[in-house]
């Protein structure tokens, strides 16, 4: 089963609510939320008070990637706001291990995301806390980017590290994600699916979430 998650990075950031709303008649499951922090990455977005009111536009599963530094400590704010995954990047906390447990107490999905030079084996230790892994497949802070085809090594490595470990943990991927990329990603065993230029730069979303999604199936 995969699962398109739309990036709202790249709606009309004027009309959120009603952009998200386009997304309740199609196949998506999740909706992809992006905070940066000027910080962690050179860009600046959503804070809580902004997805707290987002919630109350859709049922979908908000997944919200937090590209901060030390995320620790908006852990309980994002939740509140109504975060059902909420996922960091190992690069950004000094107490990854804490950081996660945090997530957990929050009764929030923990997500743990890794940047595309960053040695997947440095999360290994930390796998069984984690509900879902995000591999990013572009240097994170902007939309729009180019797929960086290495990245999906990424994906393999910890494919099979999990499936050693007999943990059944999701990969999420990140960046450039279109119909043309899309099967490399889904190939080497990436289960969710990230798109913001590739949904919401699209005259008709439900069409292009729908084609994405029967991209990945066919890989
Ligand atoms: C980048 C963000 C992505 C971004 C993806 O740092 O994490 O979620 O919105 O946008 P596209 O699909 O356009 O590459
Ligand atoms: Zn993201």
Same mark, same amino acid.
């Given at each position: ?10 709606? =009309? ?20 939320? =992006? ?21 109350k536009y859709s049922t979908k599963v908000f997944d919200v990637h937090l590209m901060i530094e030390e995320p620790i400590r908006y852990i309980s704010a994002y939740r509140n706001a109504g975060a059902d995954v909420l996922?960091?990047? #190992? ?8 950081? %996660?447990? #945090?997530?957990? @107490? ?5 997500? %743990? ?6 040695d997947p084996k440095t999360i290994l230790p930390f796998l069984s806390l984690c509900d879902m892994l995000l591999v990013m497949t572009v240097e994170p802070g902007f939309g729009g980017q180019a797929f960086i085809p ?7 490595? %910890?494919?099979?590290? %999990? ?8 990969? @999420? ?14 190939? #080497? ?14 005259? =008709?979303?439900?069409? #292009? ?7 990945? @199936?066919?890989?």
């Amino acid at each position: 089963m995969k699962i398109i998650a739309p990036s709202i990075l790249s709606c =009309d950031f004027s009309n959120l609510g009603t952009e998200i709303a386009r997304t309740h008649q199609t196949k998506a499951e999740y909706i992809h939320i =992006d905070v940066m922090d000027g910080c962690f990455v050179p860009n600046l977005t959503i804070g809580p008070c902004v997805i707290s009111s987002l919630r109350k536009y859709s049922t979908k599963v908000f997944d919200v990637h937090l590209m901060i530094e030390e995320p620790i400590r908006y852990i309980s704010a994002y939740r509140n706001a109504g975060a059902d995954v909420l996922t960091v990047h #190992a690069e950004a906390c000094s107490d990854l291990k804490a950081t %996660l447990l #945090a997530i957990r @107490e929050s009764g929030a999905k923990v997500g %743990l995301s890794i940047k595309p030079k960053t040695d997947p084996k440095t999360i290994l230790p930390f796998l069984s806390l984690c509900d879902m892994l995000l591999v990013m497949t572009v240097e994170p802070g902007f939309g729009g980017q180019a797929f960086i085809p290495d990245a999906v090594e990424n994906v393999r490595f %910890l494919k099979e590290e %999990l499936r050693k470990s007999g943990l059944s943990v999701p990969i @999420e991927v990140d960046g450039g994600i279109t119909t043309e990329t899309i099967g490399t990603a889904a190939k #080497a065993g990436a289960d969710i699916f990230v798109a913001g230029s590739a949904v919401y730069k699209k005259p =008709d979303i439900g069409k #292009a979430i729908s084609e994405l999604l029967e991209a990945a @199936e066919r890989s």
